[in-house]
């Protein structure tokens, strides 16, 4: 019954490779959200989904493509992986309240890409 | 823009020892303010949050707004503690999304 689910959790692969990360959670949730973890240990917002709507799009290379075909998926597409990709990708989810409300973002597990 | 402020990136205690994990926060509006905490090769969850006011694990964090602080303290830390601990700030907007701070990573040495 896991919340938040990533698959894969780990992914190596060559420079200049396609590779998608998928995101699911079965909690009922409206927005979705895709994190990057690097080296550093630093998080920093990607991207937004709510209602399968794209709603934040930080500075990020147009390498990197999100996808919600519903509202319980948010996959990432990333063309032309270079090293500078590798990092740890996180997915979360909340449901958007009213404007004074706040709820919980729960966090998938990670997956850690690695690219040679 | 929103911005959040680890200052201290390693911190090691003794256990039992009184523990503070420093956050500083820049938002021009009201913001909401949370504590996530990641142990060991698990993922990230919600420690507290400041609207709550709650102590969870024995953690408490106050607001203050005009120091733009919201330092994480437990008066005796546990060996169980030790995780890496982000400071984040949630503004305005239909998004509700996190600006996390870089991180502390707490040891707590038995």
């Not at chain 1, 090293?83 to 004074?100: P, R």
């Not at chain 2, 929103?2 to 820049?26: D, H, I, M």
Request: positive net charge.
């Amino acid at each position: 019954d896991t919340a938040v689910s990533q698959t894969p959790k780990y992914l190596v692969t060559q420079m200049g490779n396609d590779k998608s990360i998928k995101c699911e959670q079965n909690l009922g949730h409206d927005t979705m959200y895709w994190y990057k973890q690097d080296s550093k240990k630093f998080l920093k917002i990607m991207f937004s989904y709510n209602n399968k709507e794209l709603i934040i799009n930080e500075t990020v290379p147009n390498r990197f493509s999100p996808k919600s075909p519903d509202k319980a998926h948010l996959n990432l597409h990333i063309n032309s992986l270079e090293l500078g990709d590798s990092a740890v990708y996180f997915c979360a989810s909340t449901l958007a309240g009213g404007s004074k409300s706040y709820n919980e973002q729960f966090f998938g597990p990670g997956t850690r890409l690695t690219v040679l | 823009a929103q911005r959040v402020t680890q200052p201290e990136k390693l911190l090691s205690v003794f256990k039992g020892a009184p523990v503070e994990l420093k956050c500083n926060y820049s938002y021009s509006g009201s913001p909401e303010l949370f504590w996530y905490v990641q142990y060991s090769r698990q993922r990230l969850q919600l420690l507290l949050r400041h609207i709550s006011r709650e102590s969870i694990k024995g953690f408490t964090a106050d607001l203050n707004k005009g120091e733009t602080s919201f330092h994480l303290k437990k008066p005796f830390a546990q060996e169980e503690d030790s995780a890496m601990y982000y400071c984040a700030l949630s503004g305005a907007g239909s998004a509700r999304q996190l600006t996390f701070g870089s991180g502390t990573q707490l040891t707590v040495l038995p």
